[in-house]
């Protein structure tokens, strides 16, 4: 990349973090201190609010970078991330949304706990939830890496490096100082953004075509090396039955995954009723879905117009095919219109990893602060320490994702939210549906469904291709790999539900029906609820 691109990406990323710091800093100075302010932001966002937060949480580097540059390289099997994560969002508008609302206060973990013994279950839910906001924070770094790499031309390891530190510098200080309220507020602030650089690019790649989508589609094809079949499925998931198990899984683990994120849940503590947390869904589904139809759009245009040669030759994993595509439909590398457009698109990126971290960071925190630490410790604890340990444990949170992001920085950034999806979908999403549709379930069933979708999860992805046994590898001079898929959803998802029944059925508990009850009709009803 020429000079310009860089001072011009760096102006635009300056800004953005400049308007959001002044974000963080007005609204830590008109913070109540309250655990309510910092885990819920006071629970004031109006649903239109609510719903930009959301499809600002939910449209992450992953959406942006990562599926754009799966479609330009897999053609219809890249396609197939968006068509996931969009009908997630339909398991979690008529099964959750509401009466998670109901059900809660801040965290997964409340919405179990009101039927069950707390201690066990904010434990397991805790760790849980950690585990899969680590893997969810890993992505985003990843995405900030590749993003300095080719703003430096690939030749800037060292900054790559500095960069993925200095963005969880950045998601620690919105988090500790700023809580939920400076982090709704960025996050509709990156929305607007997003959506407006995503349909403005959506614009200028048809009309390159003249409006013609099938011309798109044809020349994609074309210039893919593989003709029709880039069009077709099995590119990347039809070789054989393992691509096929491992395509079922993905899908598994993306529709089912959704309902199961710890940062997603927490926004609808955001607003006042459940009625407004409904409809903060309708919104986010019409914001979601218009931008993943728009990413099918960029995919196949970078496809057609930079080439997947390109495209794989300037990250291996596909994620810089956007910021490539900007550059050509401004001008070329030499114009002043690619120089801008490549550099809006550039911050419009980095915009969004700053504000996805932020989130996730935000929910992780409060998992070990309000389930972890309030659980662990003899007495419960006061909201005021409670909140100081939130601030502490986002620290510790940064410093892993920093070091898990350094070391997978040569893997797709939608591929490892995947993987994010798979652990959330395994481990969080049975206990839930238990706890709000299952007369019978208990305690034992609630631990023993976290940690049987958990365990089966983590141990699969160390045990599969994705960190030892191929040069894609994140160890690729060894060789562990025992499980053949690359996401574990297929297997683990099932033994998390199965996990949760047996539990149940070997518990010596009596189930409480009184709880059951009172929970049902506040989860339908909202009677009751905070």
């Known amino acids: 990349m020429t000079v310009d691109h860089q001072t011009l990406s760096l102006l635009l990323f ?20 309250s655990a309510e302010e910092f885990y819920a932001g006071g629970r004031l966002f109006t649903p239109m609010e609510n719903g930009f937060a959301i499809a600002g949480d939910y449209m992450s580097a992953a959406s942006f970078l990562g599926i754009s540059g799966l479609i330009a390289l897999f053609g219809y099997d890249g396609m197939l991330y968006s068509v996931g994560f969009l009908v997630a969002w339909l398991v979690v508008l008529f099964l959750v949304a509401e009466l998670v609302r109901n059900c809660g206060r801040f965290t997964l973990a409340d919405v179990v706990a009101a039927r069950m013994r707390e201690r066990p279950v904010r434990i397991a839910l805790g760790t849980s939830s950690v585990t899969v906001s680590v893997l969810y924070l890993v992505a985003q770094m990843v995405g900030a890496g590749t993003l300095v790499a080719l703003l430096l031309g690939g030749e800037g390891e060292s ?37 407006g650089g995503t349909v403005a690019l959506t614009v200028l790649v048809l009309l390159r075509f003249h409006g013609d989508f099938d011309r798109l589609l044809l020349t994609a094809a074309e210039r893919s090396g593989h003709g029709a079949a880039f069009l077709a499925p099995g590119l990347k998931y039809g070789g054989d039955w393992t691509a096929r198990f491992d395509f079922i899984s993905l899908g598994l683990a993306l529709v089912l995954g959704t309902a199961g994120l710890p940062h997603i849940l927490s926004r609808f503590y955001t607003v006042p009723t459940a009625r407004a947390a409904r409809r903060s869904v309708v919104w986010a589904i019409g914001l979601i879905g218009g931008f993943y139809l728009m990413t099918i759009v960029l995919g196949f245009g970078a496809a057609a117009i930079v080439g997947p040669e390109a495209v794989r030759g300037s990250n291996a994993a596909g994620n810089t095919a956007v910021p490539l595509l900007a550059l050509d439909l401004g001008g070329g590398a030499d114009s002043t219109g690619g120089t801008v457009l490549f550099a809006v698109v550039a911050a419009i990126a980095f915009a969004t990893i700053l504000a996805v971290v932020a989130g996730i960071t935000l929910a ?9 630490y309030a659980s662990l410790r003899r007495r419960r604890a006061e909201p005021r320490s409670e909140v100081a340990v939130a601030r502490v444990a986002a620290v510790g949170i940064g410093v892993v994702a920093i070091a898990l992001g350094l070391l997978a920085r040569d893997l797709n950034v939608a591929f490892l939210v995947g993987l ?44 599969s291709p994705v960190v030892s046994g191929s040069p894609e590898s994140l160890f690729p001079g060894v060789d562990f790999q025992y499980f053949p898929l690359q996401n574990p959803g297929l297997v683990s998802i099932p033994l998390g539900f199965v996990a949760g029944w047996l539990g149940t059925l070997l518990s010596s508990e009596v189930p409480d029906e009184a709880k059951h009850a009172e929970v049902e009709v506040r989860s339908l009803t909202g009677a009751g609820a905070v």
């Open 14 to 33: 300056s800004a953005f973090v400049a308007i959001t710091l002044a974000i963080t800093t007005w609204v830590s100075r008109n913070r109540r201190g």
């Open 159 to 195: 900054a790559q490096a500095w960069t993925v530190i200095g963005v969880g510098a950045l998601m620690v200080i919105y988090v500790s100082l700023g809580g939920m309220r400076a982090t709704t507020w960025i996050q509709i602030v990156k929305s607007v953004l997003l959506l």
């Open 364 to 372: 992780s925190s409060a998992s070990v602060a309000h389930d972890l």
């Open 420 to 463: 994010a999806f798979a652990v959330a979908a395994s481990a969080n999403l049975p206990v839930l549906l238990y706890s709000l549709f299952w007369r019978d379930f208990t305690t034992r069933g609630a631990v023993w469904a976290v940690y049987g979708g958990l365990v089966p999860a983590v141990a699969l992805v160390v045990l």
